[in-house]
Structure formats: structure tokens, C-alpha cells
């Protein structure tokens, strides 16, 4: 057993490392956190980013669809007008209407794909705010329960030097 002299420098020292470890171990959980929130901030801004793409990219498949449809619609004119056929009226009028109507049925359905594309990627951009939110709010609250601990294990380890301090002065 040590002798009476070493004791208070032992709660000291205990004291001290105990301290120091749960400082460092809150420091090292706060700057994870805020690793993690700078991460997240970056996935969201990736997320919007390839929101904004599909929708440059969507546009210009739409116009390249429209184009195509109203080639396709030219080339049946032509066609039915080269073997003489009215197109304004009859099964002419119709063939040239279905597809004008399949058209506006491909067009429809590409910019709901391109809907549900930056929908999707919208949700992950805000689905990433939330986690980077989250993020620093662990952050602070690892900073603020390491300060409690240190504090909980300072005035541990003043109670027992004062313990120890009263014991001598009563033995």
C-alpha cells in the first residue's frame, strides 16, 4: 500500500488524466460529428446538383422526342401525300393523329420520369440537411456532456480529496 503522503497526489493524478481523457474523448466525438456534417453537406449539394442535371437533361430529351414525333408525323404526310391521299381526312387523318396522340403519351411519360428523378434526388438533398443538422447538434451535445463529465469527475475527485484530507485531520 502507498503511504499516507502519496494519497493526495494520487487523487490528483486521477483526477487530472481522468479529466483529460473524457476532454479529449469529447473533443474527438465533436470533431467527428462535424466530419460527418461537412459529408452530408456535401452529398446535398451532389444531390442538387444531379437535380439540376436531370433537368437540363430532360429538357433536351424532351425537345429531341418532339422532334422525332414531328418527323415521324412529316415523313407520313409525305409519304401519304406522294401516293396522293388526302391526309386531312379518313384512315390518313387518323394514322397521322394516332401519332401525334402517341407523341404527346411519350412526352407525358418522359417528363414524369424526369419528375420523379429530381423528386427523388430532392428528398435525398434534404434527407442529407437533416443528417448534416443532426450531425452538429452531436457535435455540441459531445462538447457539452464532456464538459459535465470533466466537471462530474473534478468535484469526484475534490470529494474524495477532501475526504481523505478530513480523515487525516480526525485520525
Known amino acids: 500500500m502507498c503511504g499516507p503522503a502519496l494519497v ?4 490528483v493524478a486521477s483526477t487530472a488524466a481522468t479529466a483529460a481523457g473524457q476532454l479529449q474523448s469529447a473533443a474527438y466525438a465533436s470533431r467527428m460529428s462535424r466530419y460527418q456534417a461537412q459529408v452530408a453537406e456535401q452529398n446535398k449539394q451532389l444531390e442538387r446538383e444531379g ?12 425537345r429531341q ?30 394514322t397521322i393523329a394516332d ?9 407525358a ?5 424526369i419528375d ?25 451535445q459531445a462538447r457539452t456532456a464532456g464538459m459535465f463529465a470533466v466537471g462530474t469527475t473534478l ?3 475534490a470529494t474524495q480529496y477532501a475526504g481523505f484530507k478530513a480523515q487525516q485531520r480526525g485520525a
Open 8 to 11: 493526495p497526489a494520487l487523487i
Open 51 to 62: 437535380a439540376e442535371d436531370a433537368i437540363r437533361r430532360g429538357q433536351d430529351q424532351q
Open 65 to 94: 422526342l418532339g422532334r422525332d414525333i414531328a418527323s415521324r408525323v412529316g415523313a407520313q404526310t409525305a409519304r401519304m401525300a406522294a401516293n396522293n391521299i388526302d391526309v386531312t381526312m379518313g384512315s390518313a387523318a387518323r
Open 99 to 107: 401519332t401525334e396522340m402517341i407523341g404527346r403519351e411519350d412526352m
Open 109 to 113: 411519360a418522359l417528363s414524369e420520369n
Open 116 to 140: 420523379r428523378q429530381v423528386k427523388s434526388q430532392q428528398i435525398s438533398a434534404w434527407n442529407y440537411e437533416s443528417q448534416k443538422r443532426t450531425a452538429m447538434m452531436e457535435s455540441r
Open 155 to 157: 468535484l469526484g475527485g
